[in-house]
T-cell receptor, first 112, second 111 residues
Framework: SQTIHQWPATLVQPVGSPLSLECTVEGTSNPNLYWYRQAAGRGLQLLFYSVGIGQISSEVPQNLSASRPQDRQFILSSKKLLLSDSGFYLC???????????FGQGTRLTVV | QKEVEQDPGPLSVPEGAIVSLNCTYSNSAFQYFMWYRQYSRKGPELLMYTYSSGNKEDGRFTAQVDKSSKYISLFIRDSQPSDSATYLCAIMDNYGQNFVFGPGTRLSVLP
């Protein structure tokens, strides 16, 4: 069966520090991968999605970036965090084309 | 107009009640519809997935889609305190790459 792992679960980082969140998927090949951010009491905002290794589409311009160095690995990064980067970050995967998405357990990031 | 709108809630119901959660969408290109349940501080969990108009039932849950009205609903029968969570509708466009989520409705089922 397929599983998705996302870590860390909680992170407190100072303003201006770098960020690296990692997500891996097991049990499937060539998945679509997604990074979402969820602000308190608000819906999910799509940040990045990837349909293959090295292929990243950005939905929202910001100081975050994403990379997909391996088929089932998706990384969210920042060189310098802002206070506004605080939120709940979710990684998700779906089988290629027209199927439902499955989510990791999320990372709660607080920038102080 | 937002692409997906959802009853804002919060919604409180007594145990055993029938719950109706609703979303509307604006783009007729949307073809695939999902409902997710999200407990506090957890990732969303898929409840229902459908791509056709009509009803789809799974246990106490029924998803209803009306493409002509661009309206989707989730019904929960015999609601339980364990159903207390935020419910998110999600819609995928016909290109199969992008999901659009509603803002969520928080439901509390009181024992």
């Amino acid at each position: 069966s397929q599983t998705i792992h996302q870590w860390p679960a909680t992170l407190v980082q100072p303003v201006g520090s770098p960020l690296s969140l990692e997500c891996t998927v097991e049990g499937t090949s060539n998945p679509n991968l997604y990074w979402y951010r969820q602000a308190a009491g608000r819906g999910l905002q799509l940040l990045f999605y990837s349909v293959g290794i090295g292929q990243i589409s950005s939905e929202v311009p910001q100081n975050l970036s994403a990379s997909r160095p391996q088929d089932r690995q998706f990384i969210l990064s920042s060189k310098k965090l802002l206070l506004s980067d605080s939120g709940f970050y979710l990684c998700a995967w779906s089988v290629q084309a027209n199927t439902e998405a499955f989510f990791g357990q999320g990372t709660r990031l607080t920038v102080v | 107009q937002k692409e997906v709108e959802q009853d804002p809630g919060p919604l409180s119901v007594p145990e055993g009640a029938i719950v109706s959660l609703n979303c509307t969408y604006s783009n007729s290109a949307f073809q695939y519809f999902m409902w997710y349940r999200q407990y506090s501080r957890k990732g969303p969990e898929l409840l229902m997935y459908t791509y056709s108009s009509g009803n789809k039932e799974d246990g106490r849950f029924t998803a209803q889609v009306d493409k002509s009205s661009k309206y989707i609903s989730l019904f929960i029968r015999d609601s339980q305190p364990s159903d207390s969570a935020t419910y998110l509708c999600a819609i995928m466009d016909n290109y199969g790459q992008n999901f659009v989520f509603g803002p969520g409705t928080r439901l509390s089922v009181l024992p």
